[in-house]
Every structure is written in C-alpha cells, then in structure tokens.
C-alpha cells in the first residue's frame, strides 16, 4: 500500500479512500446473496443477477478450502450432481445438507487484462420436517385413531418434529363448532405440556403445527382427543310385556355418562349371556320365562370398566290373585266383584271373563257391565242384575308373559225379601212373648201386680209405643 509513505493522517485517509475506490473499479462490488434450498430438491444458483453471463464462468467452493467445482469449460461425469445452467448459473440437484455452505462463481470479463467479477453465495438448506410426533398419554385409542381419556384426569401432551434447523413447533385446539385457537405454550422448538384434570370442555382437535424456520415448510398433525365420563348414579332395570303380551323385553338404563354405555343381561344363576347392547334391551319369549327368574343386567362403560356395582337384578313373577268367592246380587240391583293382584312384574293385564261356554268369553265394558281397575284391584260391576242372564260363574283372568291365573266367582241373584213383613212378623212375635210372660208373672206372683203397678202399665204400653 502507498499508506505507508503518507506522513500526515489527513493525507492518509485521502489516499485510503482512493485505495478503496480504485479496488472497487476493478473488482466490481462483489454480490453476495442467501439461497435457500430443500433436501433432496434441485436448486439452480445464478452466478450474477444478470441472467447472461458476459464471460468464462466457474464456481468453487469455498470451504474448508477453495474447490474447484466446474466452469463452462469442464465436462463432468454425467453422475456428477453439478452442472451448469446457460453457462453460469450452477444447478444442484438432490440437495444434500452436505451441500450448505458459501460458494464462489468467478465470471471472467476480459482474459488479457485478468478482469473478473467474483460473487459469493451463501447456499443453506433445510430439512423436513417431514414428520410430527404427536405423543398423548395416556390415552385410550379407538380403532380410527381418535384418542379418549377420562374426565378429571391427567393428560401430557408432546410435539416433536425431525427438522433441520429445528421446526417451531405449535399446538392449536380446535371445540367442536369453534375455531381454532392457539393452545399450550409455542413458539419453541418442541411444545411439551400438562393438562390436570381433563373436563369435556376439552375435548375437541388437537393439532401440532411444526414450521421449517429457513425454508418455511409448514407440517401438521391432528388428533382428535375425547373427554370420556361414567354415569354417576347406579343402573336401572326392569321388566316390560311386548307383542301384545306374548314376550318380555327386559329393560337396562344407565344415563348420565358419556359415550353410552354397553348392556349384558345374564340370566341368573349362571351367568348364561343373554345378549351385549348399546340398547340394554332384550327381548324373551315364553319358554324362556319361568316364576321367579332372575335375570342381571351389567353396565360397562368405556372408562368406567372396573366399576363395582354397575349392575342391577330383575326378578319375573307371575300373577297372583285374591277375590271373594261368592257373591250375591238382589234381583234389579248392582253387584260388585273385585279381584286383587299381586306380585307380578312385569305388571299383569286384568280381564273378566263369563264363563258360559268352554273357552270363555271376556267382558267388555258395557252399559251392563262397568270395569274398572284401579292399581292392583280391578272390579267388574253388574247392573240390574237378572237371574237367567247374570247368575253364574264369572272369572278374573290375570296374565303376564310368566303366567296366567284365574279365579272362579259364583254370583247367586236372589229376588229381594219383603222388609215390611218381616219386620211385622217380628213385632207379633214380639208381643206374644209379652204377653206370654206377663200371663206367667201375673198367675204365679200377683203381689208384685199391687206392689208395681207402674211397672204392669209400662209393660203392657210400651209394645203398642215401639
Ligand atoms: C431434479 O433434477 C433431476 C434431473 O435433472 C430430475 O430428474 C428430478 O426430477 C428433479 N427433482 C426435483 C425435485 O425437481
Ligand atoms: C445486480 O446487482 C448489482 C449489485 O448488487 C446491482 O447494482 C444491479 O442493479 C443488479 N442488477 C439487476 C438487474 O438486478
Ligand atoms: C437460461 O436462459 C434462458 C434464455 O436466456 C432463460 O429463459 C432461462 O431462464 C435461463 N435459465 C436460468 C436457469 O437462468
Ligand atoms: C459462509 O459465510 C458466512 C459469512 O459470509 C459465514 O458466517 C458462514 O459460516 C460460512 N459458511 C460456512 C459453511 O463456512
Ligand atoms: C480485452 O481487453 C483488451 C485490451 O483493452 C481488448 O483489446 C480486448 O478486445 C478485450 N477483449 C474482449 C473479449 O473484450
Ligand atoms: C372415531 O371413533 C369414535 C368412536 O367410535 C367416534 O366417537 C368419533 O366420532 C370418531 N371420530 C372421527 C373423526 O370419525
Ligand atoms: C417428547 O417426544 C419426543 C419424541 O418422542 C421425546 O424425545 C421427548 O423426550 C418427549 N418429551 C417429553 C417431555 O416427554
Ligand atoms: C375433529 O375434526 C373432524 C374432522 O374435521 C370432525 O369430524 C370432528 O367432529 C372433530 N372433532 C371434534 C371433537 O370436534
Ligand atoms: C415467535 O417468535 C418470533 C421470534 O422469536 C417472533 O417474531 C414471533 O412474533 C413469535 N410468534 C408468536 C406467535 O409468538
Ligand atoms: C360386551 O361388549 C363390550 C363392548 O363391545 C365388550 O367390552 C365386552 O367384552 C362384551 N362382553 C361380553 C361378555 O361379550
Ligand atoms: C323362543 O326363543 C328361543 C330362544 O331364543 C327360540 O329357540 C325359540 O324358537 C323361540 N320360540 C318362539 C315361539 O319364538
Ligand atoms: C246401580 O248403579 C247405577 C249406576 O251407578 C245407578 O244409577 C243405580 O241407581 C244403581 N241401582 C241400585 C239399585 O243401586
């Protein structure tokens, strides 16, 4: 440098400047640009912003040492991953992380006088991510992938992603008719946290989003995690009549809980499996009924397995019934007949039949006849009744799919006796005992007449009062 041989500092500066000025005429500002490229991607680097190349092109690599690579005058084996593009710009193909680093393209612009331009360009490439790694847990997993846990409890939830450099890594969450929103801690490199107690209002999509700082590759993954519950309260069960009285539909409820729960009715004793449901309900025919049989329903929830309890018993029982055996009716009155059931359940149907020929006939209501039933009685009231039509037997016929039983009632019609005549025979009688008695007093003890007088004027009087 001529620096050296400037004494003044204002004059070294000046010649400085010149120095720098005449070094920039001949190498021309040298460019540098960032390229960013994709693994296994091909990526063409242009020598210069200018597209034509105005000489002899070649490329080096810079580091570790300055290489050689090629120039418009080299011919490469054709397995080579370099070549050149329009003479200058070099063309990469399956980049390789490998392939990051600064190179120089060297363009030469008049050989005779050794006039270049040099360009560095710094390559970088990015990898993935390609790949996310959502980790719920823990978590029950239904066979198309959705992941389930139980309300209340402890859910960790980790992202990760094989990425070069390092992918940013976010978690949104998504309720069901809501947008997303974003969730958990981001903006880091990996996204790792822990929900306590898991309530259904979590529950909904999950979804990791990791983003490739350098190439901006966006890659997601999403989970659709369910918050799962037991019903709280115990399962009900019970016995209903079907088809018109020919079957039995046994009945098992266990509400409350989330998803609905599975039902298993066994017959007891021997666990003998009736059938496995969503619905809880089977249906028996007669010849699988007999008196007294129970039959066991199991709830089993999806997150309540192991639930003690989570069970009930229903017991069949035929009808049983109580009525009077006999009954009499007064010729042009009313009747009442009442039959009483008892212990069946499912809940028997109460018929009355007339049972004047073999098989019976029922009773309709009528303007003859008034039924009525009322919770366990049922009664069956004749009006004006007639000796030829309504004397006989009459049934009370209770059924349920277990059994049916019958009671016989033998109802007399009777003409109505004469009040007033009997109540005049009685008052003779009456009288004649009187006078019977006072005949004997009078004959065996007539002092007691002088000494009670009052007592013979009251006996003899009061028949005629009463
Ligand atoms: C890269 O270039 C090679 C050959 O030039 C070609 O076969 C391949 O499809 C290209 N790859 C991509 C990702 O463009
Ligand atoms: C090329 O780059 C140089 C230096 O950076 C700049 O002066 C010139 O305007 C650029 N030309 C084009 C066509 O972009
Ligand atoms: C090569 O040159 C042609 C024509 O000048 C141009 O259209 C094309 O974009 C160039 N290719 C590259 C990779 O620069
Ligand atoms: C490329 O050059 C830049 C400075 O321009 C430097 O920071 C970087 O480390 C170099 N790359 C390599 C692979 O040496
Ligand atoms: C290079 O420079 C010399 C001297 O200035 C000139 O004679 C020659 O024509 C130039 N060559 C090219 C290719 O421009
Ligand atoms: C996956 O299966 C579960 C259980 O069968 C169901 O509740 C859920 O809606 C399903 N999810 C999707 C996205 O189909
Ligand atoms: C998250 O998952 C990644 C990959 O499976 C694992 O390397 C990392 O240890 C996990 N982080 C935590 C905190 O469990
Ligand atoms: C999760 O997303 C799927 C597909 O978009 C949707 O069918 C499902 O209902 C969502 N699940 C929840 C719990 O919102
Ligand atoms: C993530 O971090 C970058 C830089 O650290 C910042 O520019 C950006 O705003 C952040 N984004 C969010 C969503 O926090
Ligand atoms: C009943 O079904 C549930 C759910 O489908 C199943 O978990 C259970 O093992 C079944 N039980 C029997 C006895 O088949
Ligand atoms: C009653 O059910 C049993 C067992 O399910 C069956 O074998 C039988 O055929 C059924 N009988 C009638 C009359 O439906
Ligand atoms: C019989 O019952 C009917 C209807 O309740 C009533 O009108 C009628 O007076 C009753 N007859 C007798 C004799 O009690």
Redesign the pocket.
């Known amino acids: 440098m001529t620096g050296g041989r400037a004494p003044t500092p204002l004059l070294l500066l000046l010649l400085l400047l010149l120095c720098e000025l005449s070094l920039a005429s001949r190498v021309p500002p040298e460019t540098k640009a960032v390229f960013i490229g994709e693994e296994l991607e091909n990526i063409t680097i242009p020598c210069s912003n200018t597209s034509v190349s105005r ?1 002899l092109v070649s490329w080096y690599r810079n580091e570790p040492e300055a290489t050689f690579l090629l120039s418009s005058e080299t011919t490469l084996p054709s397995e080579s991953h370099y070549s050149l593009v329009n003479a200058s710009s070099l063309h990469i193909t399956g980049l390789g992380l490998q392939d990051e680093g600064n190179y120089t393209c060297r363009e030469v ?5 050794g ?1 270049h331009l040099e360009h560095r360009v710094q390559l970088l490439v990015a990898s993935g991510p390609t790949q996310i790694d959502i980790n719920i847990s823990p978590t029950g997993i239904h066979p198309n992938g959705s992941l389930f846990v139980a309300r209340g409890s402890q859910v960790t939830f980790n992202c990760s992603s094989s990425s070069y450099p390092p992918a940013v890594v976010e978690w949104s969450f998504q309720q069901s008719g809501s947008s997303s929103e974003p969730f958990g801690v981001n903006n880091e490199t990996f996204s790792y946290f822990v929900l306590h107690n898991m309530s259904p209002t979590l529950q909904g999509n999950y979804t990791c989003l990791a983003t490739n700082t350098l190439s901006k590759r966006v890659q997601k993954e999403t989970s659709e995690l369910l918050v799962y519950y037991p019903p709280w309260s115990a399962p009900q069960c019970w016995a209903e009549t079907a088809a018109m009285g020919s079957m039995l539909q046994l009945i098992c409820r266990w509400s409350g809980g989330y998803p609905d729960p599975v039902f298993l009715w066994t017959e007891e004793p021997g666990n003998l499996i009736l059938g496995n449901s969503s619905l809880g309900v089977e249906t028996l025919n007669r010849s699988q009924l007999s008196d007294g049989k129970k039959f066991k329903c199991i709830g089993n929830h999806i997150v309540g397995s192991g639930m003690t309890g989570a069970n009930c018993v229903v017991q069949i029982n035929g009808p049983t019934l109580q009525s009077e055996p006999m009954k009499t009716c007064f010729l042009g009155g009313n009747v009442t007949l009442t039959c009483e059931v008892s212990g069946a359940n499912p809940a028997a149907k109460i018929s009355w039949l007339r049972n004047l020929s073999q098989s019976g006939e029922e009773i309709l209501p009528s303007p003859h006849y008034l039924i009525m039933h009322k919770d366990s009685v049922s009664t069956l009231t004749i009006l004006n009744c007639s000796q030829g039509v309504d004397e006989g037997y009459y049934v009370c016929r209770a059924e349920n799919p277990v059994r049916v039983r019958e009671v016989d009632i033998w109802l007399t019609v009777k003409k109505p006796l004469n009040i007033g005549g009997i109540v005049g025979a009685v008052v003779i009688l009456l009288l004649l005992g009187m006078g019977t008695v006072s005949g004997f007093i009078l004959y065996y003890s007539p002092n007691i007449c002088l000494k009670g007088k009052n007592y013979l004027v009251f006996s003899r009087v009061s028949p005629k009062e009463a």
């Open positions: 000489g612009l008049n050989e005779t006088l006039d």
